[in-house]
């Protein structure tokens, strides 16, 4: 029981050495997206993220390990076979140096992709959605939505006001006293009062005291209701239901695997030699990749490198890491 144990421990972490050996370079671009610049729940949402990619190339790695590696050697034999490989010579271009370059040129190709994006969106502003969204009533950005509708209302004012000319009863007219509305203007038998002698004229209209409205039915039971300003307040919207990701967390799952793509061939060489299992492979990783993950937290905690990485493009990151794997992978043997 005692050897049992003591392998377990030492194949945990074998494959924790393994993980934070081939992976520690993720330190400089998963930075990027953990910095305080972000929102706690994104930030959350990107941690768990690259835990999740991590688990998935451990699974991989096992599903490589029962017999995929030899049918992919096989495949890379027959291509560079018809390339003019020659056997007697005995070069072959490896799995590693096959992976490694292939999430390379995926990475590069993705990186243009980002760089086209950001030319449009933020170099020619083109993005458009903070013009589209600011016509939604309840904006937080600067109030846009409620100014819209608001100015809607002083536009229909001013129409009636010019249909009923200066002694009729719009909204301008209303400001110089009171005026009744009988019932050929409104359905039903009631007539309202308002009462614009308490306004408040330096607020302007979002500042004019609302209580000043009566409404009085026939019988004159119902004088004396307010009415308050239109108010929408954030408290009254579910946060939970209006988070989404940013564009940069977006690409964290495909930056995540395809970076860490040449990681298969460094364990899958080890579950075939036994030197772990799937359980030790999988425990080792969740915790080499928890370490990366607060080296990165704490890494961002100086606030001058935290507000560096987040001026830096996401297309430039992507774009830097896809080099270093490309060049990686041609100078491999």
């Known amino acids: 029981m005692e050897v049992a144990v003591h392998h377990f421990a030492a194949g945990v972490f074998a494959a924790l050495t393994a993980k934070l050996a081939s992976s520690i370079d993720d330190v400089v671009w998963l930075a990027a997206f953990l910095t305080p610049n972000l929102s706690p729940k994104e930030r959350y949402a990107n941690a768990i993220t690259y835990a999740s990619v991590c688990f998935i190339q451990t699974v991989l790695a096992y599903l490589i390990s029962t017999g995929g590696e030899a049918a992919l050697d096989k495949i890379i034999v027959a291509v560079v076979s018809r390339g003019g490989h020659n056997e007697e010579t005995g070069h072959i271009i490896s799995t590693e140096r096959v992976l490694t370059l292939f999430a390379g040129f995926t990475l590069f190709v993705y990186a243009i992709k980002l760089g086209i994006e950001y030319y449009y969106e933020e170099i020619l502003g083109e993005g458009g959605d903070d013009d589209d969204d600011s ?166 905690k100086c606030e001058m490198l935290s507000n560096f990485l987040q001026r830096i493009p996401l297309a430039a990151i992507v774009a830097i890491f896809s080099v270093f794997l490309l060049i990686k992978g041609f100078i491999m043997e």
């Open 135 to 300: 016509g939604v009533v309840g904006n937080n950005g600067n109030n846009k939505g409620y100014s819209k509708v608001q100015n809607a209302i002083l536009d229909e004012s001013s129409a009636l006001d010019e249909e009923k000319g200066e002694g009729g009863r719009g909204l301008k007219a209303a400001v110089g006293g009171d005026f009744t509305i009988d019932d050929t203007d409104v359905d039903g038998d009631n007539v309202i009062d308002v009462n614009i002698d308490s306004f408040d004229d330096e607020d302007g209209m979002e500042g004019r005291n609302c209580d000043a409205i009566e409404i009085a039915s026939s019988t004159g039971t119902a004088r004396g209701k307010t009415f308050e300003p239109l108010e929408i307040e954030d408290d009254d919207i579910d946060a939970s239901k209006c988070f989404c990701l940013s564009d940069r967390s977006r690409t964290l799952p495909i930056v995540a695997f395809l970076g860490s793509l040449d990681d298969l061939t460094l364990f899958v060489p080890m579950l075939v030699g036994k030197t772990f299992g799937m359980i030790e492979l999988v425990i080792g990783s969740t915790v080499a990749g928890t370490i990366i993950v607060l080296i990165c937290l704490f890494i961002t």
